[in-house]
């Protein structure tokens, strides 16, 4: 690898991405892309600390599909080369308002998974050609098998989760690698207002830092994959299994 490393964070003000690019910010470059870029300081100065040798920040607008071959593109030439990129954007919803709403139901569906392809598909070429490089994408287990109560968000991360795991093999051999996350529910900044409706975290729940780390171990482990907890991996292949009147009961 090249003296200088760069990591793209594709979600510039995500909790988990900012954690997982802070375990691996020493010695690199760090780029975030996020709206309003230049309202990113406190983001910067943590990844400073962690030991990025320079942070640099771009905007991007996750639903602004038209513009992400071209932002790709340049970042790869700006900042190349690339060591990894974390795909760290999304949103929850209202499941509520998504099941009276198709905007807002279609919303969703836009940014956790067509804008995910939007910019998984640029990225995977251009790493291609680079002939190294990591992806990071973050699924869920809401998607292992979608649950009544969040089935819209579920629903994304079921083709999200899809849509990687046959990238992952159609980069095989490429010198690419992507390392797809299954994180369990996570208490943190994304589920704060449901939370305060009265909603639980559901068992086996995780925090952001719990993530990173994680995804940081087997980020250089060179894992293809990984569970946040690994304890949920046996527990969802036993979810599969329930009959469906008594999985649609389940709460989130």
Known sequence: ???TRTILLFGGRSEIGVALARRLAAGRTVVLAARRPDDLAEQTRALLDAGATAVHTVAFDADDTASHPDLVDSLFVEHGPIEAAIVAFGILGDQARAERDVQH?????????????SVLTPLASALRAQGSGTIVVFSSVAGIRVRRANYV?????????????GLADALHGSGVRLLLARPGFVVGAM????????????????NAEQVADAVARAYRKGRAEVWIPWSLRPLFVGMRLLPRAVWRRLPR
């Open 1 to 3: 690898m090249p003296a």
């Open 105 to 117: 139901a279609l919303q969703i569906a836009h940014t956790d998974y067509l804008a995910q392809i």
């Open 153 to 165: 968000y579920g629903s994304t991360k079921a083709g999200l989760d899809g849509f990687a795991s």
């Open 191 to 206: 589920t704060a207002e449901l939370m305060a409706s009265g909603t639980k975290p559901a068992p086996l729940s995780v």
